[in-house]
């Protein structure tokens, strides 16, 4: 990363920059004094989602889910026990398939749970069906490393 890098508040959405050379883990929003990384996915909607793939210096792992999936239903604990392995080297998040249709569209979504990793504001990496944690993890950081 370079010196400084940007990223979006998960509380009140203002534009931070945070220095490479800290703890991202420990920083803060410099708006709501939040912290930047809270350990959990957040969840966005279509607007926010775009935010941040344009801005976030970070990859950003994405759940692309629905509440009447079951295999959804079944993955959300797993994708939820990652998030604090993986930030700050990774923002998570999770948009709901069913309130973002044109997302789905653009990037020919077919089945969830999908999992996209976004880098640099471009998808890097895609994966569709559950996965265990261990197996998040794994194609996260694979996935990241071939980026």
Not at 23 to 40: E, S, W
Request: proline fraction near 7%.
């Amino acid at each position: 990363m370079s010196a400084n890098f940007p990223l979006i508040c998960p509380h009140c959405g203002a534009r931070n920059r945070v220095a490479a050379d800290r703890p991202a883990a420990a920083a803060r929003c410099g708006g709501c004094k939040a912290a930047l990384f809270t350990g959990h996915p957040l969840a966005v909607e279509e607007a926010q989602l775009r935010r941040h793939i344009e801005t976030d210096g970070v990859p950003l792992l994405v759940d692309v889910w629905a509440e009447w999936c079951g295999p959804c239903r079944a993955m959300a604990p797993a994708f939820a026990r990652a998030a604090p392995e993986l930030e700050p080297d990774f923002r998570l998040l999770k948009l709901d398939a069913d309130r973002a249709p044109g997302f789905l569209a653009e990037f020919a979504i077919r089945s969830i749970p999908t999992l996209l990793l976004f880098s640099r504001g471009r998808l890097v990496d895609r994966s569709s069906g559950a996965m265990a944690e261990g197996a998040i993890l794994a194609w996260a950081r694979r996935s990241r490393a071939a980026a």
